[in-house]
């Protein structure tokens, strides 16, 4: 029943921005930290972002800290990823992921076995 559904993939140039949405089903959005990762051909899938339940905590690697922000939006169980100023090294698959409940605002993942449901994923192509 749990679904997440990515969109707002696609081609852009070196150098651009784009951003990235989730629309969360079939659970309590809140209770639940989200994150961001990616996947690019013949690579594994590597942590971009992660926010705790009330949004108040973002997190993010350092190869994309001060280009990416991930926020939330508890009132319409949405979860974005702004990126500015792509790399080409950004192509990817980009997955939304939703980590396991918890009663506190503390709790956060930055590796895919700290996730409990995943997205099918939006390509972003980022062209030189």
């Known amino acids: 029943q749990v679904h997440l559904v990515e969109s707002g993939g696609g081609l852009v140039q070196a150098g651009g921005s784009l951003r990235l949405s989730c629309a969360a089903s079939?659970?309590?959005?809140?209770?639940?930290?989200m994150g961001w990762f990616r996947q690019g051909p013949g690579a594994v899938r590597e942590f971009v972002a992660a926010?705790?339940?009330?949004?108040?905590?973002?997190f993010y690697p350092d190869h994309v800290k001060g280009r990416f922000v991930i926020s939330r939006d508890n009132d319409k169980n949405m979860v974005y990823l702004d990126m500015n100023n792509l790399k080409v090294e950004d192509t990817a698959v980009y997955y939304c992921?939703?980590?396991?409940?918890?009663?506190?605002?503390?709790?956060?993942?930055?590796?895919?076995?700290?996730?409990?449901?995943w997205g099918q994923g939006t390509q972003v192509t980022v062209s030189s």
């Open positions: 079939g659970y309590t959005f809140s209770s639940r930290a």
């Open positions: 926010i705790t339940r009330s949004g108040a905590r973002p």
């Open positions: 992921a939703a980590a396991p409940s918890r009663g506190s605002d503390y709790y956060i993942g930055r590796v895919p076995a700290e996730y409990d449901y």
